[in-house]
């Protein structure tokens, strides 16, 4: 039953967001429709709770709010703050702006307050922080939902109505998760049609899983799992629910992200006191200090500018290197980022471009430093090219572990030519996710497909890792014998002149020629 609802529920969902765009582009009305069901949700969700509450007192949550019970109100108001992080009024919730537009009047300044309402339910709360802003990105004055008030109004009201008519499942406990694994699905299929924007919020869920698998192979339980750069925070929870993660930790530079992965976490039914996802830029302002994590994933920008300040000489993360991540390209600067943050007997895991295993200069000091001094460099995973929204290059996961021994060696899979064709897009199928997992968790050596290099060919390679040194996928073709071609084209052409002979017989006996 959850596959068959889940499915409706994506279906719906998405219709409603076609509804909306109009001539917004992909990432303007995600935000929109993104927000408009967080709110159904977070309605619904604490109109559910409240009535469990007030469930022995005999009264409903809407009743009690009409009533002049003021010690009760504030005792469940107090509650569901504990409780959920947040609070509404029955005058506020979505149920009530259905109700308006049923009555055909204009929603706009109520469903603005609404929103607002709910940030500052928060404030003075241990869950402000991840409250605030929350809907920040929902300007309902925007001229891109139409010209005049009446219009905004109408295409707003239709919107809601239609989102209305869709059974969120709140109720189901079974179901818990149907409505998260839907706004994935309609954070994947913006991603598809957002370009190169998409890049910055979001993750394949074929990467994210090979990613999970790997962060959490032998571990029962993970303390927290961490990404330092989480876009709509997919990738995060994954990971966690993989491994049974206590905490989450996150951060995320763009503001408008940095709420869609707030979101993400409280539709998921994550509690607001188990994740804490800051804003800012991690290389330039790091929100976890010293902070370490069982887990770390990401998928950070590639070769993104970065300052490369002189300050960062000094700075714990990036000083023992002997050289700082070029300003040109910060992949360096977040891989060493990362390997600071992560916990001694912790896994960490990111996806990276090729360049990182072979460029030169202050990347090359960087990598032999993290082969030769930290002896950390678990992996290196080659995935297929074009599997990345926004674009097409080939790029490879990089898998680092503190915990190492001085003997081990580096597993090199050549996963790139192991993928399906979906019009543009290459896609890995579950059967190419399973068999990099397998791989990397057995260390398999396959022929034209991984090898475990020992230290002493790392060292003849010049601690070079491009992928070809160590796994040969060279495909030697076939010797072609000249005569033997020569022969079947002369027999063929035997055949056609036969062929036509009888044609002609058969053509004369009908009196065509």
């Known amino acids: 039953m959850s596959e068959e609802l889940q499915q409706l529920l994506r279906a719906r969902l998405w219709q409603v967001a076609n509804t909306l765009r109009g001539n917004m582009s992909a990432g303007d009305f995600m935000y929109f429709t993104l927000g408009f069901i967080f709110y159904k949700y977070l309605s619904e969700k604490i109109e559910l709770e409240a009535d469990g509450m007030l469930a022995d007192d005999g009264i409903s949550f809407k009743k009690l709010w009409a009533s002049d019970d003021e010690e009760l109100k504030e005792e469940l108001k107090e509650s569901c703050i504990e409780q959920l992080g947040y609070f509404i009024e029955p005058e506020y919730l979505y149920s009530t702006i259905i109700g308006m537009i049923n009555k055909k009047e204009n929603i706009l300044p109520n469903l603005e307050r609404s929103l607002k309402r709910i940030e500052d339910s928060t404030t003075g709360q241990s869950s402000a922080e991840d409250f605030s802003g929350l809907f920040s990105d929902i300007d ?49 299929q913006f991603a598809a049609g957002a370009g190169k924007k998409a890049g910055e919020f979001y993750t394949p869920q074929e990467v994210s899983q090979i990613l999970s698998d790997i962060v959490t192979t032998g571990k029962t339980r993970l303390r927290n799992v961490y990404d330092p750069t989480c876009g709509s925070g997919s990738l995060l929870l994954r990971t966690a629910r993989g491994g049974k993660a206590d905490q989450i930790y996150g951060q995320e530079k763009n503001p408008t992200t940095y709420n869609l992965a707030r979101m993400n976490m409280l539709l998921h039914g994550v509690k607001y006191s188990n994740f804490t996802i800051d804003n800012g830029d991690t290389l330039e302002a790091d929100a976890f200090k010293d902070m370490q994590f069982d887990a770390v994933v990401a998928n950070p920008p590639f070769s993104q500018p970065w300052t490369a300040d002189e300050k960062f ?58 082969i030769e001094k930290r002896n950390c460099i678990d992996a290196i995973i080659g995935l297929p090219a074009n599997i990345f929204y926004g674009t097409t290059i080939p790029t490879c996961i990089i898998v680092v572990k503190k915990c190492r021994k001085d003997d081990d060696n580096i597993l090199f899979i050549d996963a790139s030519k192991e993928f ?5 897009q290459n896609k890995l199928r579950q059967e190419n996710i399973d068999k990099i997992v397998d791989t990397y968790r057995n260390r398999k050596e396959i022929e034209k497909y991984s090898h475990c290099a020992s230290m002493q060919e790392i060292i003849d390679n010049d601690y070079n890792l491009n992928i070809p040194r160590y796994v040969d996928t060279f495909e030697e073709e076939e010797e072609i014998d000249i005569k033997q071609v020569m022969a079947d084209i002369k027999k063929l052409e035997s055949q056609r002149a036969e062929l036509d002979k009888e044609i002609d017989v058969y053509m004369k006996e009908l009196g065509l020629i």
């Open 140 to 188: 309902l004055t925007s001229p891109k939902l139409g010209k005049t008030v009446d219009d905004k109004n109408k295409l707003i009201s239709e919107v809601l109505l239609a989102l209305d008519g869709i059974d969120f499942k709140l109720n189901d406990a079974s179901e818990i998760d149907i409505l998260g694994d839907a706004y994935e699905y309609m954070i994947g």
């Open 313 to 370: 000489n000094v700075d714990d993360r990036f000083s023992k290197a002997g050289a700082l991540a070029p300003s040109s390209k910060a992949d360096y600067a977040f891989i060493l980022h990362m390997l600071h943050h992560l916990a001694e007997d912790g896994t960490m895991a990111c996806v990276a471009p090729h360049g990182v295993l072979f460029r030169g200069a202050s990347e090359g000091k960087i990598r032999k430093y993290l």
């Open 420 to 424: 399906e064709k979906i019009k543009t």
